[in-house]
């Protein structure tokens, strides 16, 4: 034997060896050798040589291409050999197939132990291959219970190369018998070689045991080489494997020009081995592309949960490829595009319906994926709503992408790791899914370029997001390592130009092409019908009845499937006979136009086919098909077609379709729903031009069937379900669910009946009254089970609107529109709380509603909980609160009044109006200045400071415009259709086209200003600067007009929509509305405190306004009179918006959310039954828990029977009489005295700035120096004071206590009245001891004359304006004047009662007394002369002059303001409107007078009408807290800064004062001796009941404190901050003991309720806490006291542990609670009591169950 070993079989076990093992490695390569053959040596090439074949010499010569060549082309690969005793030449103990396929087996499963889930790729030779297939057998049959670890190799994916092995067996086997008895004596044997010979049955059987093994579609991943050359021994015997033995019958198969024994071995990278290797990556790209892993797929799979669609992919369709050897050239043409890697990377097939656009894409699917480039499909269907959802197409490709590359996967982990795929617009979320994971420079796919398919683009129902879609892809393709194709319906030719694009047309394809695939497709399917036959099938079809089928058919493929289905569905003895029907009706060659005409045709012929068989039925069948709105199962239609459900009824709808199947496609799966083949079909049915007669459809016919059957479908199912009987109205969702059978028909009957409804309304107006019955009889009855069902099917949002759309539809009468009303608010008021318990809608979510609704009527179900006052008489305005979380600065809707947008700090938010859904957040740059919607609403605008505008799409939040400008916008809104917007700048106005992306105008303004709002056409503008508010021309630039309004006393201004009428809000309450024409004011609306926010309604009728006063109102244009006040924001109102259709308002707050109130014409305002004008800002419960206590806005606290709630009669806090009230110079702070307190006010809302003890006795007199930086006082205690209150400084300086800056003293008596001279450095008073005095303020000394001659108390007294004169008004009836310097009477007049009020005209020649005998002196001092004005009713107490000295203005006792005119001596004007003496006048200008009243209110009025002009400023008003003593005798009221204690008994009060701001907390000491009290002064205080002394001060600072109440302890003190701390005050040592934080940052009050528990009350909690330990404490033992619990918006009792109620939150501004009632005050001023019934007996310690909470 020479240099060859010879080596013993039985010392070479089967084991795996492994070549190379890359540390990322993605594949296993295992290579099984063939027989005679032994490792390494079989896997190595020899080069030629003329040595010897020993093994020293096949060492040096051979080369390893397993570890060398193959390791450098598939680095990602583990390279792995398998030995096993393979060589028969000597002495081998030869085993059998299935022993070395075990043997391979467990040596695979044990080197993949940690890497199980790996890709194979399988190399066999000759017998390997053999070896490979009995493996995969083995594996698949080896799955068991428990599972067989084997099974982990056949349930990878794998690929398989063949090389040369003898599928059917070889020719050569028996040449290899002899051989064996020749190599016999050296130990040889035949046996194995037998085994291909003999056994070749047995062959064909391990043949067909491996295809029934292998996964679908895994045979397409094998390919077969086979040698070209015959094996030379000693003489030629040809090839030992031939190509048909060496094909496995699927897959590929390749040549290979070598011998059987030189396949598997390669001595260099020659053609040979490229080819093999070419071919080898073909099988093995499929693999190497990295599957991420299962937990980068899961968390990925989270990630973009709610944006895949699943059923997108082609395997996912009901498409099958193309018929073999057709439409072969435009696949290979698509095919070499894909592998080309240079030239266009998008390539875009177009084509008419019909022309089977799908089936090339879905077979190029099938190339791609063998080829091992397939990256993802996305195909959009009909039949798959899903699909439509252009949002989603990123989205679901990126996720495919991740699956099949775990770089791709770990690539787009990371780009989400700080995003939201919500919150990005479409070019962000194609940048974040796949240009930037999908990056060329950085590729996640190997170094390959895989493709992407897109089909069916042009059933998408929203064009315009696909052309947006392909935009971004060809704007950013250059950049992937991706291909795109995509097929389609022609859709625009922008993109025709495109240097990334390739089209290929299909319509434009040469006809005899489409002809020749045609008739391909036509013979295949026809000639497998013949097959059918057998014998008769012989010679048929013809080609004469194949070319006529072709000639009807080109060019639509459509045509020809139709056909040879219907053919085919026929039994086999009709089949011949059918097609010679369809042949010869078919129309004759020329008579039709268009190529759908041919097919209507055909379907005629079906139809009328299908008639004779079944024409019972089937028009029934069809019309439900083509007129539902989903895809429905054999078993759904049978339920909503027949009454008797079941088999029978089944079988009668298969009957109806069975005759139908080449144009519907009928399921086996019984779960599946029925489709329509194509969408040609329905349109030929409904067409009355085409359709045959017998069974045309009409589509209102349809709908009003098919509603019919589901309403009584329902009316069948939801009466007979088991929710009601669950008797807990607190079961959760799931348990509801596990209680529910929601059938397919009756989950399509709830979700669809009412768009049945509305489709019979617009396709049949009038029709709508043969509904009318069974609709209102299922609101009478079913429609909360509806509501509970469609809460259980996750569509309560989707019930709203289809709500809302009955409500509105014009066809629906009155009755239908009105329950629809209710129930659509009942939903959306009870949407939180029925979406996690639904039968909650029975009982929380009726129990909030009007009791005279007519639904609470019928559903009222009675239960532990009630509603004993608080409800509306009628549905409030309010339909939604939208929470945003930030201050919305704007709010617009969009045209069609379906949605509105609202714009936060960096955020723009866009929901649904009629299910109050969030459609959309798009993030922007927080320089956000304005929005704007289109008015389809799908696009929107914004403008910025920084000058740039922005569009997006709403839908896909992509960005479809950015334009860089320089000046801040102010205002933006959309013209021309929404073609353009429009925006304006402070120097500018611009157009720019969304259509184009470009600037078509940039207009320079001819006056500097802000523009505000444009008119509807985008012609006209207002704008406003520091001087006016101007109209101004958007196309030239130019002035319209002028509008009398300052510019600085306003910012919220909007113009008409006709552009013909201006509306401006101004700070000082007053809305204004001019004709911009005539320029002329046409009217003046007050209400308001200051007005941020207007805007006219669609018709310009009537306008809507927001103030910082928290209310939205609503006004008349034509009468100026307020229709209705909205009130329920908790913060002022920043924007309001009117829906064009006049039914909405939105309003957007400080507070942080959006309202949507209903205002619908005709509508009268639901008025709040309390009285409080303000929200509800002090509750307290009276001991016994019958009534409640709680005020806002005004000195009453009103009273209410908790029960019923009665009204009592109302309590007037803080009876001191106001002695005296005056207005600042500049009318910015009033001053106000109440006994020896002086109080100022801001008169813009009221608020107090001063409130402090100025006087040991009654103040009587009060006027501002002329700076406004001081205020004198004068008083019984005999003295003057002059108070630098400080009223003007900053927020941000040290706050200091008021300083008196001077004490004037010398009068001997009371001072009646104080004024400053014009330059504010002198003082005149006047005093019951009968004196004048004048004072020098700048001088030490201060007095510096003493006016003396009057013989009774000096009551007013006034300067002249150059400071040389004085004039006074005594009890003694006369008016003196006085010289300044001379101390003189110069002049003297007596009238007939004592004088209240004296001033000089303005040149000082006039002077006007007011007398306390009602009437007015006007003395004209040069002439002497007097006029005497009568007309008021009771003394005079304030007279002013008129700059021109013409009129004159006065205030009386009888509560009015009149206007007088001099020349005439007539009364002008009287003003009506103060409650109380009218103590101070002036002219403000000269059509504007001012007052103020005892009233505590201060008016401005328009002298030309009478009218307000302003709403009237009320000071003193606060309420901030209320308190019962324990015996309910005492009321202890927080009124500003004063606390007044009013006794109920006697009617007594008292006051206590020492609080220098508001009083927001009071509580009594058990015993009601003492008080502690918390204000915004920063301090807590202690009070002596008795004494009215305070006896302890806390002093806190940073505004910390809001709350505070005795522990059983006097000596503690518990207090609540802003923050939630809780913290205990020792009252004897001062000191603060202990702190914890009880977790909410606003509250209401807190209460002991032993000495360790503490109840703190917010407005949207009520807890119990463990002061000792600091912890919630719910574990509550029997306590008679725990009152009432809320948590969540759950309100729960200990007391009755399992019964619960909901209560909506977002109106509440206080909650109190005791055992058995819980009390909410509102922010519209009302108070709603939900009060427990018969609450349970205690028994032990109750732990409260969480089941809700």
């Given at each position: 034997?020479?240099?060859?070993?010879?080596?013993?079989?039985?010392?070479?076990?089967?084991?795996?060896?492994?070549?190379?093992?890359?540390?990322?490695?993605?594949?296993?390569?295992?290579?099984?050798?063939?027989?005679?053959?032994?490792?390494?040596?079989?896997?190595?090439?020899?080069?030629?040589?003329?040595?010897?074949?020993?093994?020293?010499?096949?060492?040096?010569?051979?080369?390893?291409?397993?570890?060398?060549?193959?390791?450098?082309?598939?680095?990602?690969?583990?390279?792995?050999?398998?030995?096993?005793?393979?060589?028969?030449?000597?002495?081998?103990?030869?085993?059998?197939?299935?022993?070395?396929?075990?043997?391979?087996?467990?040596?695979?499963?044990?080197?993949?132990?940690?890497?199980?889930?790996?890709?194979?790729?399988?190399?066999?030779?000759?017998?390997?291959?053999?070896?490979?297939?009995?493996?995969?057998?083995?594996?698949?049959?080896?799955?068991?219970?428990?599972?067989?670890?084997?099974?982990?190799?056949?349930?990878?994916?794998?690929?398989?190369?063949?090389?040369?092995?003898?599928?059917?067996?070889?020719?050569?086997?028996?040449?290899?018998?002899?051989?064996?008895?020749?190599?016999?004596?050296?130990?040889?044997?035949?046996?194995?070689?037998?085994?291909?010979?003999?056994?070749?049955?047995?062959?064909?059987?391990?043949?067909?045991?491996?295809?029934?093994?292998?996964?679908?579609?895994?045979?397409?991943?094998?390919?077969?080489?086979?040698?070209?050359?015959?094996?030379?021994?000693?003489?030629?015997?040809?090839?030992?494997?031939?190509?048909?033995?060496?094909?496995?019958?699927?897959?590929?198969?390749?040549?290979?020009?070598?011998?059987?024994?030189?396949?598997?071995?390669?001595?260099?990278?020659?053609?040979?081995?490229?080819?093999?290797?070419?071919?080898?990556?073909?099988?093995?790209?499929?693999?190497?592309?990295?599957?991420?892993?299962?937990?980068?797929?899961?968390?990925?799979?989270?990630?973009?949960?709610?944006?895949?669609?699943?059923?997108?992919?082609?395997?996912?369709?009901?498409?099958?490829?193309?018929?073999?050897?057709?439409?072969?050239?435009?696949?290979?043409?698509?095919?070499?595009?894909?592998?080309?890697?240079?030239?266009?990377?998008?390539?875009?097939?177009?084509?008419?319906?019909?022309?089977?656009?799908?089936?090339?894409?879905?077979?190029?699917?099938?190339?791609?994926?063998?080829?091992?480039?397939?990256?993802?499909?996305?195909?959009?269907?009909?039949?798959?709503?899903?699909?439509?959802?252009?949002?989603?197409?990123?989205?679901?490709?990126?996720?495919?992408?991740?699956?099949?590359?775990?770089?791709?996967?770990?690539?787009?982990?990371?780009?989400?790791?700080?995003?939201?795929?919500?919150?990005?617009?479409?070019?962000?979320?194609?940048?974040?899914?796949?240009?930037?994971?999908?990056?060329?420079?950085?590729?996640?796919?190997?170094?390959?370029?895989?493709?992407?398919?897109?089909?069916?683009?042009?059933?998408?129902?929203?064009?315009?997001?696909?052309?947006?879609?392909?935009?971004?892809?060809?704007?950013?393709?250059?950049?992937?390592?991706?291909?795109?194709?995509?097929?389609?319906?022609?859709?625009?030719?922008?993109?025709?130009?495109?240097?990334?694009?390739?089209?290929?047309?299909?319509?434009?394809?040469?006809?005899?092409?489409?002809?020749?695939?045609?008739?391909?497709?036509?013979?295949?399917?026809?000639?497998?019908?013949?097959?059918?036959?057998?014998?008769?099938?012989?010679?048929?079809?013809?080609?004469?009845?194949?070319?006529?089928?072709?000639?009807?058919?080109?060019?639509?493929?459509?045509?020809?499937?139709?056909?040879?289905?219907?053919?085919?569905?026929?039994?086999?003895?009709?089949?011949?006979?059918?097609?010679?029907?369809?042949?010869?009706?078919?129309?004759?060659?020329?008579?039709?136009?268009?190529?759908?005409?041919?097919?209507?045709?055909?379907?005629?012929?079906?139809?009328?086919?299908?008639?004779?068989?079944?024409?019972?039925?089937?028009?029934?069948?069809?019309?439900?098909?083509?007129?539902?709105?989903?895809?429905?199962?054999?078993?759904?239609?049978?339920?909503?077609?027949?009454?008797?459900?079941?088999?029978?009824?089944?079988?009668?709808?298969?009957?109806?379709?069975?005759?139908?199947?080449?144009?519907?496609?009928?399921?086996?799966?019984?779960?599946?729903?029925?489709?329509?083949?194509?969408?040609?079909?329905?349109?030929?049915?409904?067409?009355?031009?085409?359709?045959?007669?017998?069974?045309?459809?009409?589509?209102?016919?349809?709908?009003?069937?098919?509603?019919?059957?589901?309403?009584?479908?329902?009316?069948?199912?939801?009466?007979?379900?088991?929710?009601?009987?669950?008797?807990?109205?607190?079961?959760?969702?799931?348990?509801?669910?596990?209680?529910?059978?929601?059938?397919?028909?009756?989950?399509?009957?709830?979700?669809?009946?009412?768009?049945?409804?509305?489709?019979?309304?617009?396709?049949?107006?009038?029709?709508?009254?043969?509904?009318?019955?069974?609709?209102?009889?299922?609101?009478?009855?079913?429609?909360?089970?509806?509501?509970?069902?469609?809460?259980?099917?996750?569509?309560?949002?989707?019930?709203?609107?289809?709500?809302?759309?009955?409500?509105?539809?014009?066809?629906?009468?009155?009755?239908?529109?009105?329950?629809?009303?209710?129930?659509?608010?009942?939903?959306?008021?009870?949407?939180?709380?029925?979406?996690?318990?639904?039968?909650?809608?029975?009982?929380?979510?009726?129990?909030?509603?009007?009791?005279?609704?007519?639904?609470?009527?019928?559903?009222?179900?009675?239960?532990?909980?009630?509603?004993?006052?608080?409800?509306?008489?009628?549905?409030?305005?309010?339909?939604?609160?939208?929470?945003?979380?930030?201050?919305?600065?704007?709010?617009?809707?969009s045209n069609d009044g379906r949605m509105v947008a609202a714009h936060t700090w960096g955020k723009i938010y866009i929901w649904g109006v009629e299910d109050l859904k969030e459609l959309c957040v798009v993030r922007t740059p927080l320089d956000l200045i304005c929005i704007a919607l289109s008015s389809d609403g799908k696009s929107i605008a914004a403008g910025f400071e920084s000058g740039s505008i922005q569009v997006w799409d709403v839908e896909t939040k992509n960005e479809r415009v950015r334009n860089i400008g320089k000046e801040s916008i102010s205002c933006i809104a959309f013209i021309d259709k929404d073609q353009e917007v429009i925006y304006g700048s402070s120097k500018s106005i611009c157009r720019y086209s969304v259509k184009s992306n470009e600037q078509l105008t940039d207009v320079k303004?001819?006056?500097?200003?802000?523009?505000?709002?444009?008119?509807?056409?985008?012609?006209?503008?207002?704008?406003?600067?520091?001087?006016?508010?101007?109209?101004?021309?958007?196309?030239?630039?130019?002035?319209?007009?002028?509008?009398?309004?300052?510019?600085?006393?306003?910012?919220?201004?909007?113009?008409?929509?006709?552009?013909?009428?201006?509306?401006?809000?101004?700070?000082?309450g007053t809305i204004r509305t001019f004709n911009v024409q005539s320029w002329n004011e046409e009217s003046w609306l007050i209400g308001h405190n200051s007005v941020t926010s207007v805007a006219f309604s669609g018709d310009d009728q009537r306008i809507v306004s927001g103030s910082d006063d928290g209310s939205v109102r609503i006004w008349s244009v034509s009468d100026g009179e307020e229709e209705m006040k909205l009130v329920g924001h908790t913060l002022g109102v920043r924007s309001v918006a009117y829906s064009d259709d006049g039914l909405r308002v939105a309003s957007g707050s400080y507070d942080g959310t959006v309202r949507i109130w209903s205002v619908e014409p005709g509508l009268e305002e639901r008025q709040s039954s309390s009285e409080n004008r303000w929200k509800v800002t002090a509750l307290?419960?009276?001991?016994?828990?019958?009534?409640?206590?709680?005020?806002?806005?005004?000195?009453?606290?009103?009273?209410?029977?908790?029960?019923?709630?009665?009204?009592?009669?109302?309590?007037?806090?803080?009876?001191?009489?106001?002695?005296?009230?005056?207005?600042?110079?500049?009318?910015?702070?009033?001053?106000?005295?109440?006994?020896?307190?002086?109080?100022?006010?801001?008169?813009?809302?009221?608020?107090?700035?001063?409130?402090?003890?100025?006087?040991?006795?009654?103040?009587?007199?009060?006027?501002?120096?002329?700076?406004?930086?001081?205020?004198?006082?004068?008083?019984?205690?005999?003295?003057?004071?002059?108070?630098?209150?400080?009223?003007?400084?900053?927020?941000?300086?040290?706050?200091?206590?008021?300083?008196?800056?001077?004490?004037?003293?010398?009068?001997?008596?009371?001072?009646?009245?104080?004024?400053?001279?014009?330059?504010?450095?002198?003082?005149?008073?006047?005093?019951?001891?009968?004196?004048?005095?004048?004072?020098?303020?700048?001088?030490?000394?201060?007095?510096?004359?003493?006016?003396?001659?009057?013989?009774?108390?000096?009551?007013?007294?006034?300067?002249?304006?150059?400071?040389?004169?004085?004039?006074?008004?005594?009890?003694?009836?006369?008016?003196?004047?006085?010289?300044?310097?001379?101390?003189?009477?110069?002049?003297?007049?007596?009238?007939?009662?004592?004088?209240?009020?004296?001033?000089?005209?303005?040149?000082?020649?006039?002077?006007?007394?007011?007398?306390?005998?009602?009437?007015?002196?006007?003395?004209?001092?040069?002439?002497?002369?007097?006029?005497?004005?009568?007309?008021?009713?009771?003394?005079?107490?304030?007279?002013?002059?008129?700059?021109?000295?013409?009129?004159?203005?006065?205030?009386?006792?009888?509560?009015?303001?009149?206007?007088?005119?001099?020349?005439?001596?007539?009364?002008?004007?009287?003003?009506?409107?103060?409650?109380?003496?009218?103590?101070?006048?002036?002219?403000?200008?000269?059509?504007?007078?001012?007052?103020?009243?005892?009233?505590?209110?201060?008016?401005?009025?328009?002298?030309?009408?009478?009218?307000?002009?302003?709403?009237?400023?009320?000071?003193?008003?606060?309420?901030?807290?209320?308190?019962?003593?324990?015996?309910?005798?005492?009321?202890?009221?927080?009124?500003?800064?004063?606390?007044?204690?009013?006794?109920?008994?006697?009617?007594?009060?008292?006051?206590?004062?020492?609080?220098?701001?508001?009083?927001?907390?009071?509580?009594?000491?058990?015993?009601?001796?003492?008080?502690?009290?918390?204000?915004?002064?920063?301090?807590?205080?202690?009070?002596?009941?008795?004494?009215?002394?305070?006896?302890?001060?806390?002093?806190?600072?940073?505004?910390?404190?809001?709350?505070?109440?005795?522990?059983?302890?006097?000596?503690?003190?518990?207090?609540?901050?802003?923050?939630?701390?809780?913290?205990?005050?020792?009252?004897?040592?001062?000191?603060?003991?202990?702190?914890?934080?009880?977790?909410?940052?606003?509250?209401?009050?807190?209460?002991?309720?032993?000495?360790?528990?503490?109840?703190?009350?917010?407005?949207?909690?009520?807890?119990?806490?463990?002061?000792?330990?600091?912890?919630?404490?719910?574990?509550?033992?029997?306590?008679?006291?725990?009152?009432?619990?809320?948590?969540?918006?759950?309100?729960?009792?200990?007391?009755?542990?399992?019964?619960?109620?909901?209560?909506?939150?977002?109106?509440?501004?206080?909650?109190?609670?005791?055992?058995?009632?819980?009390?909410?005050?509102?922010?519209?001023?009302?108070?709603?009591?939900?009060?427990?019934?018969?609450?349970?007996?205690?028994?032990?310690?109750?732990?409260?169950?969480?089941?809700?909470?």
């Amino acid at each position: 034997m020479n240099d060859i070993s010879v080596i013993k079989e039985e010392q070479r076990p089967s084991r795996i060896h492994v070549l190379s093992n890359p540390k990322d490695a993605l594949v296993d390569v295992v290579a099984v050798q063939g027989l005679g053959s032994t490792y390494p040596y079989t896997w190595m090439g020899k080069r030629k040589s003329t040595r010897r074949n020993t093994l020293s010499n096949l060492e040096a010569q051979g080369v390893r291409w397993l570890e060398t060549y193959l390791l450098e082309d598939l680095p990602e690969a583990r390279i792995m050999a398998f030995e096993y005793n393979s060589k028969w030449l000597y002495n081998a103990d030869f085993l059998g197939l299935h022993e070395h396929a075990s043997a391979l087996l467990h040596a695979l499963v044990d080197k993949r132990q940690e890497t199980p889930g790996r890709p194979i790729l399988f190399i066999g030779h000759s017998y390997g291959g053999l070896v490979i297939k009995q493996t995969l057998i083995l594996s698949r049959k080896s799955k068991a219970d428990p599972p067989d670890p084997r099974q982990w190799i056949a349930d990878v994916e794998s690929s398989i190369a063949f090389l040369g092995t003898p599928h059917q067996g070889s020719n050569h086997a028996l040449f290899a018998r002899v051989l064996s008895f020749i190599y016999r004596p050296f130990g040889g044997t035949y046996a194995h070689v037998l085994k291909l010979l003999s056994d070749s049955d047995r062959l064909v059987e391990l043949d067909r045991e491996f295809k029934d093994v292998l996964p679908e579609g895994h045979t397409k991943r094998t390919i077969c080489f086979y040698e070209t050359k015959g094996q030379v021994w000693s003489w030629p015997l040809g090839p030992i494997v031939t190509r048909t033995s060496a094909y496995l019958g699927q897959g590929r198969e390749a040549a290979m020009e070598c011998d059987h024994n030189e396949m598997n071995k390669f001595f260099d990278r020659d053609e040979r081995y490229k080819g093999f290797i070419e071919n080898l990556q073909r099988v093995y790209n499929p693999l190497a592309n990295g599957l991420a892993n299962d937990a980068s797929k899961e968390e990925l799979r989270k990630k973009l949960s709610g944006h895949i669609v699943n059923r997108s992919q082609y395997t996912s369709t009901d498409l099958k490829g193309c018929t073999p050897e057709t439409r072969e050239k435009v696949v290979e043409e698509i095919v070499d595009w894909a592998f080309n890697p240079t030239g266009e990377k998008v390539y875009w097939m177009i084509g008419m319906a019909g022309t089977g656009k799908s089936t090339i894409a879905y077979t190029l699917c099938e190339r791609l994926k063998d080829e091992g480039i397939l990256g993802t499909s996305f195909f959009c269907s009909t039949t798959e709503d899903q699909t439509h959802n252009m949002l989603s197409v990123f989205p679901t490709i990126a996720y495919a992408l991740g699956t099949h590359s775990q770089r791709m996967a770990d690539s787009l982990l990371g780009a989400l790791k700080d995003k939201d795929v919500a919150d990005l617009n479409l070019r962000d979320t194609y940048t974040t899914l796949i240009s930037s994971p999908a990056s060329s420079s950085n590729s996640p796919f190997r170094g390959k370029t895989w493709i992407v398919v897109l089909d069916g683009f042009d059933q998408v129902r929203d064009r315009d997001r696909v052309e947006t879609i392909i935009s971004l892809i060809l704007e950013h393709v250059h950049e992937v390592a991706l291909k795109f194709f995509i097929s389609s319906r022609p859709l625009s030719d922008k993109f025709k130009k495109d240097p990334q694009l390739r089209r290929l047309d299909l319509y434009n394809r040469p006809r005899q092409e489409v002809r020749q695939d045609i008739r391909l497709y036509v013979q295949r399917r026809l000639k497998e019908l013949a097959a059918r036959l057998g014998d008769e099938g012989m010679g048929w079809p013809t080609e004469e009845e194949v070319d006529a089928v072709v000639d009807c058919a080109t060019p639509l493929f459509i045509y020809a499937s139709t056909v040879c289905s219907y053919v085919g569905e026929e039994d086999d003895s009709q089949i011949k006979r059918r097609l010679k029907a369809v042949i010869d009706e078919a129309p004759v060659k020329g008579s039709t136009k268009l190529p759908t005409d041919k097919l209507y045709a055909l379907y005629a012929q079906i139809t009328d086919a299908a008639s004779k068989k079944c024409n019972e039925d089937i028009k029934e069948v069809l019309g439900l098909i083509v007129a539902a709105r989903d895809h429905l199962s054999i078993q759904s239609i049978a339920s909503l077609l027949f009454s008797d459900d079941g088999a029978e009824s089944e079988s009668r709808v298969s009957a109806a379709l069975a005759p139908l199947r080449s144009v519907l496609s009928v399921p086996t799966d019984e779960n599946e729903g029925v489709k329509v083949i194509h969408t040609s079909f329905p349109d030929f049915l409904t067409d009355p031009t085409c359709s045959n007669e017998t069974y045309y459809l009409n589509r209102s016919e349809c709908h009003r069937k098919l509603v019919t059957n589901c309403l009584f479908l329902m009316e069948k199912m939801l009466d007979k379900d088991e929710i009601e009987d669950l008797h807990d109205p607190y079961s959760p969702m799931d348990k509801v669910k596990e209680r529910v059978n929601i059938s397919g028909a009756l989950e399509y009957s709830c979700v669809h009946w009412i768009s049945h409804v509305v489709e019979v309304y617009d396709l049949k107006p009038g029709s709508g009254k043969e509904l009318e019955e069974a609709v209102t009889s299922f609101f009478e009855v079913r429609v909360l089970r509806w509501l509970v069902h469609m809460s259980v099917l996750g569509k309560l949002s989707h019930a709203a609107a289809c709500l809302r759309k009955l409500e509105l539809h014009s066809q629906a009468s009155a009755r239908v529109r009105k329950e629809s009303m209710e129930a659509r608010k009942l939903t959306l008021q009870s949407h939180s709380v029925v979406e996690d318990y639904p039968l909650q809608i029975y009982y929380s979510g009726l129990m909030r509603i009007p009791k005279k609704s007519d639904i609470a009527k019928r559903f009222h179900k009675d239960w532990n909980w009630e509603v004993t006052w608080g409800l509306a008489e009628d549905w409030e305005h309010c339909e939604g609160v939208l929470k945003v979380g930030q201050v919305v600065w704007l709010v617009v809707f969009s045209n069609d009044g379906r949605m509105v947008a609202a714009h936060t700090w960096g955020k723009i938010y866009i929901w649904g109006v009629e299910d109050l859904k969030e459609l959309c957040v798009v993030r922007t740059p927080l320089d956000l200045i304005c929005i704007a919607l289109s008015s389809d609403g799908k696009s929107i605008a914004a403008g910025f400071e920084s000058g740039s505008i922005q569009v997006w799409d709403v839908e896909t939040k992509n960005e479809r415009v950015r334009n860089i400008g320089k000046e801040s916008i102010s205002c933006i809104a959309f013209i021309d259709k929404d073609q353009e917007v429009i925006y304006g700048s402070s120097k500018s106005i611009c157009r720019y086209s969304v259509k184009s992306n470009e600037q078509l105008t940039d207009v320079k303004l001819k006056l500097e200003g802000q523009p505000l709002s444009f008119s509807r056409d985008g012609k006209r503008a207002i704008l406003r600067n520091q001087d006016h508010f101007h109209i101004i021309n958007t196309e030239t630039g130019d002035k319209i007009s002028t509008l009398d309004i300052p510019g600085f006393e306003a910012e919220a201004a909007a113009i008409s929509r006709d552009g013909e009428k201006v509306v401006s809000g101004l700070y000082d309450g007053t809305i204004r509305t001019f004709n911009v024409q005539s320029w002329n004011e046409e009217s003046w609306l007050i209400g308001h405190n200051s007005v941020t926010s207007v805007a006219f309604s669609g018709d310009d009728q009537r306008i809507v306004s927001g103030s910082d006063d928290g209310s939205v109102r609503i006004w008349s244009v034509s009468d100026g009179e307020e229709e209705m006040k909205l009130v329920g924001h908790t913060l002022g109102v920043r924007s309001v918006a009117y829906s064009d259709d006049g039914l909405r308002v939105a309003s957007g707050s400080y507070d942080g959310t959006v309202r949507i109130w209903s205002v619908e014409p005709g509508l009268e305002e639901r008025q709040s039954s309390s009285e409080n004008r303000w929200k509800v800002t002090a509750l307290a419960l009276s001991s016994d828990g019958q009534r409640v206590f709680y005020a806002g806005e005004g000195r009453r606290v009103l009273i209410r029977n908790v029960n019923n709630g009665k009204e009592e009669r109302p309590l007037i806090v803080g009876r001191d009489h106001v002695n005296t009230i005056t207005i600042s110079n500049d009318g910015r702070y009033a001053a106000t005295a109440s006994g020896s307190r002086l109080h100022i006010y801001d008169m813009g809302d009221g608020y107090s700035l001063v409130d402090m003890k100025a006087h040991e006795d009654l103040i009587l007199s009060v006027a501002f120096s002329p700076d406004n930086k001081k205020v004198a006082t004068g008083s019984c205690d005999k003295t003057i004071r002059i108070w630098d209150p400080k009223i003007e400084e900053e927020e941000d300086e040290e706050e200091e206590e008021e300083e008196e800056k001077k004490k004037l003293e010398g009068h001997d008596d009371t001072v009646w009245s104080v004024s400053f001279s014009a330059d504010g450095s002198k003082l005149v008073s006047g005093s019951s001891d009968h004196t004048i005095r004048i004072w020098d303020l700048e001088s030490e000394s201060a007095m510096i004359k003493t006016l003396r001659g009057h013989t009774g108390p000096v009551l007013c007294v006034a300067f002249s304006s150059d400071s040389q004169m004085v004039v006074s008004g005594s009890h003694d009836k006369t008016v003196r004047v006085w010289g300044v310097e001379t101390g003189e009477v110069k002049q003297r007049r007596t009238y007939g009662d004592s004088i209240w009020s004296v001033a000089f005209s303005p040149n000082n020649s006039k002077i006007v007394s007011g007398c306390n005998d009602h009437k007015i002196y006007v003395w004209d001092l040069k002439g002497d002369k007097v006029a005497v004005l009568e007309g008021h009713t009771d003394a005079v107490l304030s007279v002013a002059f008129s700059s021109d000295q013409q009129r004159v203005v006065s205030g009386s006792h009888d509560t009015t303001v009149r206007l007088w005119d001099l020349e005439t001596g007539k009364e002008v004007r009287e003003m009506v409107g103060h409650t109380d003496s009218v103590q101070f006048v002036k002219f403000q200008e000269d059509d504007t007078v001012s007052s103020a009243s005892d009233d505590s209110t201060y008016r401005t009025w328009d002298v030309r009408t009478g009218k307000q002009k302003t709403r009237a400023v009320a000071f003193d008003n606060w309420v901030g807290s209320i308190a019962l003593s324990s015996d309910d005798r005492l009321l202890a009221v927080g009124l500003n800064s004063t606390i007044h204690i009013l006794d109920m008994e006697t009617g007594n009060e008292r006051t206590l004062q020492g609080h220098t701001y508001r009083v927001v907390s009071i509580s009594f000491l058990y015993n009601n001796e003492k008080i502690v009290s918390v204000s915004d002064d920063e301090t807590a205080r202690i009070w002596n009941v008795e004494k009215k002394e305070e006896e302890r001060r806390l002093e806190i600072g940073s505004n910390e404190m809001y709350s505070a109440t005795f522990s059983l302890d006097p000596k503690i003190v518990a207090l609540r901050g802003w923050n939630g701390r809780i913290w205990f005050w020792n009252v004897e040592t001062g000191a603060t003991e202990k702190k914890f934080e009880s977790g909410r940052e606003w509250m209401s009050s807190i209460s002991f309720i032993d000495a360790t528990h503490l109840v703190v009350w917010s407005c949207d909690a009520i807890q119990i806490w463990n002061v000792e330990t600091g912890e919630k404490d719910e574990d509550v033992a029997d306590r008679a006291n725990v009152p009432i619990l809320l948590r969540d918006g759950w309100i729960y009792s200990s007391s009755a542990p399992n019964t619960r109620c909901w209560f909506p939150l977002d109106s509440v501004s206080k909650v109190i609670s005791n055992t058995s009632c819980v009390v909410f005050g509102l922010n519209s001023g009302n108070i709603v009591v939900v009060k427990l019934k018969q609450p349970m007996p205690r028994s032990g310690t109750t732990k409260l169950s969480n089941a809700i909470i």
